[in-house]
């Protein structure tokens, strides 16, 4: 176990591997690869360090939440339309018993009604939605005050 507490895994869910085909005017018309480059160096930049996982495997998103546990000591969530609806993930998140932010890059209050439900409800310290990828940013800030790094 690492003297300092650190690392956030950053966990992206389904459909991120073809984010930069998705509408632009929603979802940024950034890369996954682009977005996590960024991530990094706004990790980086405030002491954390960053584990990047994406799936489009539901089930593979529970099991990365089982080993997180012993890889990371915050986890960044965007599990995409799982948010709404996974129950498993929501368990999984609960297991970790880590401090995590969940993050949205479009308002998704201002869109479909489906979309204003979460299932992480209570399991995160702050949603952070609608501000593109600048709203990794801030759930980084967040982390890192809760893990005392910085």
């Known amino acids: 176990m ?4 650190n690392r956030v895994a950053v966990l992206h869910g389904v459909n991120f591997d073809v984010l930069e085909r998705r509408d632009a005017s929603i979802y940024g018309g950034i890369s996954l690869s682009q977005l996590e480059a ?4 706004w990790a980086h930049a405030l002491g954390l360090e960053p584990i990047f996982f994406q799936t489009n495997a539901e089930g593979e998103f529970c099991e990365y939440l089982h080993r997180s546990v012993d890889l990371a000591d915050s986890v960044i969530v965007n599990a995409g339309a799982w948010t709404h609806y996974s129950r498993a993930i929501a368990d999984a998140l ?13 308002d998704v209050e201002a869109r479909d009604d489906w979309r204003r439900l979460s299932v992480f409800d209570g399991l995160v310290l702050d949603k952070v939605a609608g501000k593109g990828p600048e709203g990794y940013r801030e759930a980084l800030g967040l982390l890192a005050r809760e893990l005392g790094v910085g």
């Open 2 to 5: 690492p003297s300092v507490k």
């Open 94 to 106: 609960e297991l970790t018993r880590l401090p995590a932010v969940e993050v949205h890059l479009s």
């Open 38 to 41: 960024k991530i990094s160096d």
